[in-house]
């Protein structure tokens, strides 16, 4: 018999192969466990699945907003009906294709894509075993044994293995044998995968956890990273901070942090300069490493503050602001020490916390503490009160007024709050303070977006990963290196789609800044 005939099947039918594995699938108890679990597998005879594909979806927007534009009043409105005012603050994931808005990060709504669903004409077709003799389950076993000999690859895999047996005799398919302990298979298993259940069973500690949200408990450097050969990398890092390279910046203070592990400064202003960056996981590492050297350092804890509410993840924004009033020589009196923040749940976190501020607020009712007020407008932004955040960062701009990123915090509330320009106001305050600010130029573009200014949003875009893209040169070999943000990546190719500009997104599945470059005429 060939190989086609014992694969493919006659008029629609099963297979040999599959034959075999259903009569194999139904009578293992004489296999291993782990040969049972492949013969179930193989059994089952059902279609490839679809996967979920983001550039067929975002190919389709322009359809999409066509059936909503076409629908009654009663249905879901279009994409161009749907205000900022509706977005969920500061929404973001390891799990999610795009991260939602955010104080210091802003996106548009998404229409949801009209599924259809999956239907299958596949007919599984069964055969009992007294329709097959034991002697010819040897013969077709023999037979596709000798016709994949050659191939090394099939050779030894775990089937092959199991066909082989099969032919000479060494497993018997009439006899049911002896059927195993339940309690024997489930301590194999436990044993085998203790590790993962442990994980899976305990919710709390686990789900709730910053590994699960995506957070590297150690950051990854750049490879390849030339200025590892610098004797100052830290003192380079600031001066090309002062000129607006942030990723330039980065990979300064990442030498620094590898040169001087226990230096504080350096992760501390690795994780600040990885905020403005686009990148907050990684921020987040970095700060977290630089508080645990010197837990002094007051600013880290609002900054990663900030970083944790952009990566949805309330409960640690509280515990690092609750930190930051610990820590803070004028108001860690107002922490009592029989209370401990971290066994709260969210709730009663987010009470406890606000309360420790009003407090602190309440202090010195005539003087204005801009970092409490910060740290106020992230809590008001992380329960969506947009506009107490709004108040309170302008408060805290009446004294500091040079602060970029209190300018960008400001825009993005103001832009969750359906005032966009407004936020592109202060957006541009940041703007003209760090001209190298990469996410507040990347906020403007989403701003432009909310407002149906596509083309203005994409050279946005293309600004900042222009920005981001120069750090390449401090590379040796720049075709292997990639500093840019994929989330500026996704939004771009979200934005030409919403264009109908179907060539320049191809340009942007291929990452192909130079020719993106010469399509929107914007100097690279």
Request: charged content about 20%.
């Amino acid at each position: 018999m060939s190989l086609n005939k014992l694969v493919g099947g006659d008029c629609g039918g099963n297979n040999s192969l599959v034959q075999l594995s259903n009569i194999v699938s139904r009578d293992a108890n004489s296999l291993s466990q782990a040969d049972r679990f492949v013969n179930e597998f193989m059994a089952q005879n059902i279609p490839t699945p679809q996967t979920f594909n983001m550039n067929a979806l975002l190919n389709n927007i322009p359809e999409v907003e066509k059936l909503n534009k076409a629908s009654s009043s009663g249905t879901i409105s279009s994409m161009a009906n749907i205000s900022s005012n509706l977005h969920s603050p500061w929404m973001s994931g390891p799990s999610m294709v795009l991260p939602g808005p955010s104080m210091m990060r802003m996106l548009p709504m998404q229409q949801q894509p009209i599924l259809q669903p999956h239907t299958s004409n596949v007919q599984i077709q069964y055969i009992n075993e007294s329709e097959m003799e034991n002697t010819d389950v040897r013969g077709k076993a023999q037979e596709y044994v000798n016709s994949v000999k050659e191939d090394d690859e099939l050779a030894y895999n775990q089937f092959m293995s199991f066909m082989k047996k099969i032919s000479a005799g060494e497993l018997n398919l009439g006899d049911t044998g002896e059927q195993r302990n339940k309690d024997a298979v489930v301590e194999e298993m436990a044993e085998k995968y203790k590790d993962e259940w442990a994980k899976l069973s305990d919710v709390n500690d686990y789900w709730d956890s910053e590994t699960a949200n995506g957070i590297p408990e150690e950051y990854t450097f750049t490879e390849g990273n030339v200025m590892l050969e610098n004797k100052s990398p830290l003192e380079l890092g600031k001066e090309r901070l002062k000129m607006g390279d942030i990723p330039g910046a980065v990979l300064c203070f990442e030498a620094a942090a590898q040169q001087q592990p226990e230096s504080a400064e350096a992760w501390f202003l690795l994780g600040t300069t990885q905020a403005e960056n686009e990148q907050d996981p990684l921020a987040i590492t970095a700060l977290k490493k630089s508080l645990s050297i010197d837990p002094r350092q007051l600013e880290a804890y609002i900054t990663l503050a900030a970083a944790y509410t952009n990566e949805n993840m309330p409960k640690f924004a509280y515990l690092a602001l609750t930190n930051w009033l610990k820590t803070s020589p004028k108001y860690s009196d107002l922490c009592p020490l029989d209370i401990k923040p971290e066994e709260m749940n969210l709730k009663q976190l987010e009470s406890y916390v606000m309360s420790q501020y009003l407090k602190a607020v309440q202090l010195n009712p005539s003087q204005i503490d801009p970092d409490v007020q910060n740290a106020m407008g992230v809590i008001f932004n992380a329960n969506q009160q947009y506009d107490k955040a709004v108040d309170c960062f302008k408060t805290a701009l009446m004294v500091a007024p040079e602060n970029a990123k209190l300018w960008n915090r400001l825009g993005a509330t103001l832009a969750n709050s359906d005032k966009s320009e407004e936020a592109v106001d202060a957006y541009q305050q940041a703007l003209n303070l760090e001209p190298g600010f990469i996410r507040a130029r990347y906020n403007v573009g989403i701003t432009c977006m909310n407002l149906k200014a596509h083309r203005e949003a994409a050279e946005h875009f293309l600004v900042a990963l222009n920005q981001q893209h120069k750090a390449k040169a401090m590379y040796p070999d720049t075709s292997s290196a990639d500093t840019s943000s994929s989330t500026i990546w996704t939004t771009l190719r979200m934005v030409c789609s919403y264009m109908g500009e179907h060539d320049a997104a191809k340009l942007v599945d291929e990452r192909n800044l130079t020719e993106l470059n010469k399509f929107f005429n914007i100097e690279g």
